[in-house]
């Protein structure tokens, strides 16, 4: 299922708290109308700009096998044919974009003993959005080793996919958005064993939108607690690498990708597959996750901010918590949690003497529903 698209503002963060309901269709842009697109079995040719399926027009997949655990055979290549042809030809044309079907990748090539680390890339599926009530009903899983001076993916994909049934029936609402209903999950349960051995080998752990997955998968196997995790949507200021939207379908269709959404297997590969891809800096998704996994993450709280200043907290980007009765920010490095102090003592405390409070958060820490080290800071 697709994250929240929240993006990071002034340096920080939002931290996206749950998983939002289908994408809505792209919109065209002002004063030209978006072309009907003309979809083949694996291309989407579209006038302009990529579009966005619908939830009508979305299919879902068929039911996976209850537990997998295997490398299976290849299928990134497909066959050249006149439907390839014809995207070629529109591909050249300046007001044509093509979308191809993202095929997943099992094996990314020989490992040629260099230096490696290994990444688990994870997907959910669950009965709703608290971890404290509501339960996984599928977890994918895609283990790999990352060549550490390319940041790219080496070696064979090892898949683990399950469904678990919940114990209660699954709401409307969630078979609508997955297509996963009760039939599909009845009697099922995830393998405890496997999925420990496979994140036991773990160096990281990544979700797009770990605030939502790890409380899930770490209430159900403690394993995860013990790991270091990053998000690759909070992780990587996609706003700051020219991307119009942190959502994982439009990540995929800039890089020229389409596929069937909100399932957790294929979600697992799209996501492998952009985070494959270079960023702005020429280093991949995978290596600025991996370095940015050792840095101490920051949720500042304004305490004793005047009631006055709530309108620029709030455009500003922080976030009320009603039961702390105190606005609060994320921050991903100490240069912008410095920079933001800065700011808080100028815009919001009127140059006197204030304390705030931080809450430091490593890789052990961050995203999960554990709290970090809380200290004060005076400004």
Known sequence: MNKTDQMSFFGFEAEPAVKPAAAKPAKAKAGKPA???????????????PPAMSAEQTPTLSQAPATTLSEPLDASAAPADEHEAMAQA?????DFRVLRRLRPRTDYGPVSGQSTRRVIVLDTETTGLDARNEKVIELAMLSVLVDTATGQPVGPVTLYE????????????????????????????????????LVEQADLIVAHNAGFDRPFVESRWPVFARKAWNCSFAGI??????????KLEFLASERGWFYDAHRAQVDCHALLQVLSSPL????????????GAGQ???????????????DKLKSRGYRWDGEGRVWWCSLSSDDLLDAECAWLRSEVYGQRSARVQLEAMDSLVQFSSRAGQVSDRSL
């Not at 072309?35 to 700009?49: C, G, H, R, T, Y």
């Not at 609508?176 to 496997?194: H, L």
């Not at 200021?237 to 942190?246: I, L, M, N, P, Y």
């Open 296 to 310: 101490t993450r920051y949720k500042l709280r304004a305490t004793g901010a005047p009631f006055e200043a709530k």
């Open 162 to 197: 399950s469904f678990e049934d919940p114990g209660k029936p699954i709401p409307p609402q969630i078979t609508e958005i997955t297509g996963i209903d009760d039939s599909m999950v009845q009697g099922q349960r995830i393998d405890d064993a496997a999925v420990t051995a």
């Open 90 to 94: 529109l591909a050249q044309h300046p």
């Open 35 to 49: 072309a009907p697109a003309v979809k083949l079995p694996d291309l989407v040719l579209a006038e302009s700009a």
């Open 280 to 291: 702005a800096d020429g280093q991949t998704g995978l290596s600025r996750l991996l370095n």
């Open 237 to 246: 200021d996609w706003k700051k690498e020219g991307s119009g939207s942190a």
